[in-house]
């Protein structure tokens, strides 16, 4: 079965420390994932994707096949990154799906 | 300027009422989606479209019903509304291919049924 499971709801770090944001998911294949972010009062958007091994507002994500992870990092939380966060994997079939985790709330206090 | 809208922002209605959730979007793209999402919860996909006249059920059982007659209009229908559809409603658009899993959301639906 397809699944993406976002173990924490809720993390909650200062500004300037480490930020990890775990993602883990179940799928028979090569999998493709990505990260969309949700502001707040804004709308849900894309923030990065697995192939495109890009480095967005300093967030990095790298695909783990052995863990199954694709967890999402940046050295230095800024404040302006508290969000909500959702891991998303490409469906099956090329049809655009996309199965979501059940997203993280990243809260970065000054 | 190209964007994704989603009319009403915040509806509040009674049991049995039909209601219609408006999406539209001027960006030319040919898949569109909705999706349900309970506060705090995941994104369940309830239809998609791959182009006018083309919609499929999502991996959540869904009540609603939507239809594709134009590319810039995936409405969504509830015949009769219940308190168990209380909930936001997101609409979403891609391009084909490999654009397909960038997708574009709009600002949501909150419906709440009393």
């Known amino acids: 079965a397809q699944r993406v499971t976002q173990p924490e709801k809720l993390l909650s770090v200062f500004k300037g420390a480490p930020v990890e944001l775990k993602c883990n998911y179940s799928?028979?294949?090569?999998?493709?994932l990505f990260w969309y972010v949700q502001y707040s009062r804004q709308r849900l958007q894309l923030l990065l994707r697995?192939?495109s091994r890009e480095s967005i507002k300093g967030f990095t994500a790298d695909l783990n096949k052995g863990e199954t992870s694709f967890h999402l990092k940046k050295p230095f939380a800024q404040e302006e990154d508290s969000a909500m966060y959702y891991c998303?994997?490409?469906?099956?079939?090329?049809?655009?799906?996309?199965?979501f985790g059940q997203g993280t709330t990243l809260q970065v206090k000054p | 300027e190209a964007d994704i809208y989603q009319t009403p922002r915040y509806l509040v209605i009674g049991t049995g009422k039909k209601i219609t959730l408006e999406c539209s979007q001027t960006?030319?793209?040919?898949?569109m989606y909705w999706y349900q999402q309970d506060p705090g919860m995941e994104l369940h996909l309830i239809h998609y479209?791959?182009?006018?006249?083309?919609?499929e059920k999502g991996d959540l059982s869904s009540e609603s019903t939507v239809s594709r007659i134009r590319t810039e209009h995936f409405p969504l229908t509830l015949e009769s509304a219940r308190p168990s559809h209380t909930s936001q409603y997101l609409c979403?658009?891609?391009?084909?291919?490999?654009?397909?899993?960038?997708?574009?959301f709009g600002p949501g639906t909150r419906l709440t049924v009393t």
């Open positions: 979403a658009s891609s391009r084909p291919g490999q654009g397909a899993y960038e997708q574009y």
């Open positions: 799928y028979s294949g090569s999998p493709e």
């Open positions: 697995h192939i």
């Open positions: 998303a994997l490409k469906g099956s079939s090329n049809t655009g799906k996309l199965i």
């Open positions: 960006m030319g793209h040919d898949k």
């Open positions: 479209s791959y182009g006018v006249n083309s919609t």
